[in-house]
């Protein structure tokens, strides 16, 4: 596998329910990201890992909880979600922190019932 | 607050024409912009970027024009070919923030 791998790909849960979002990278970035896409609003950065630490979190509800075992796994443990979480989540990597080219998987469509 | 905006959601352009996206931005302090390109199922891959020392940055069929005067960025892509069929999402930052994202205009070449 190459690049940003995330799974699953998609997801649907309900609003008691406890699920995670698994992120994968096999480029040796070390830096991490979660970003939200809503229909018709723009990419939200939501976590940001350097080496494993998280270094930003953008005012994200605490029912998003990430995870960052090491530099190559990220994850998005997720409970008591509400339907306007239903959203696209994408994981993203890069070489070094805040650089601007990210490398995204293809992103974990999440549905909130 | 948007600070960056693609005012055009969709944009459908005959193959062989030229594909022009716009992209305005609010914050003056934004110092470098990308555009990244987004298929069905995959996501967002970057394409091409510009620094705001320049005004233009061309890479094959796709150029990017800065005016800073007018806040504005643009990507031209000719000649436009079916595969370009996407949806382009213009970014921003300055510094050591973080990118900051348009909503996206996605675009469909008509064979």
């Known amino acids: 596998e190459t690049g940003v791998t995330q799974t699953p790909r998609h997801l649907v849960m309900g609003m008691t329910n406890k699920k995670s979002l698994k992120c994968e990278q096999h480029?040796?970035?070390?830096?991490m990201y979660w970003y939200k896409q809503s229909a018709k609003k723009p990419l939200e950065l939501m976590f940001v890992?350097?080496?494993?630490?998280?270094?930003e979190n953008n005012s994200v509800p605490s029912r998003f909880s990430p995870e960052c075992p090491n530099s190559s796994h990220l994850f998005l443990h997720l409970h008591t979600l509400q339907p306007e979480d239903s959203a696209l989540y994408l994981c993203?990597?890069?070489?070094?922190?805040?650089?601007?080219?990210?490398?995204f998987g293809a992103g974990s469509r999440l549905t909130v019932l | 607050d948007q600070q960056v905006k693609q005012n055009s959601p969709s944009l459908s352009v005959q193959e062989g024409r030229i594909s022009i996206l716009n992209c305005d931005y609010t914050?003056?302090?934004?110092?470098?912009f990308l555009w990244y390109k987004k298929y069905p199922a995959e996501g967002p891959t970057f394409l091409i970027s510009?620094?705001?020392?320049?005004d233009k940055n061309e890479d094959g069929r796709f150029t990017v024009f800065l005016n800073k005067s007018a806040k504005h960025l643009s990507l031209h892509i000719v000649p436009s070919q079916p595969g370009d069929s996407a949806v382009y999402f213009c970014?921003?930052?300055?510094?050591?923030?973080?990118?900051?994202f348009g909503t996206g205009t996605r675009l469909t070449i008509i064979p």
């Open positions: 993203a990597s890069s070489q070094e922190i805040r650089a601007n080219v990210l490398t």
């Open positions: 480029l040796g970035h070390n830096a």
């Open positions: 890992y350097n080496f494993k630490e998280q270094t």
């Open positions: 914050n003056s302090m934004f110092d470098y």
């Open positions: 510009i620094s705001s020392i320049k």
């Open positions: 970014a921003a930052n300055f510094g050591n923030e973080k990118l900051t």
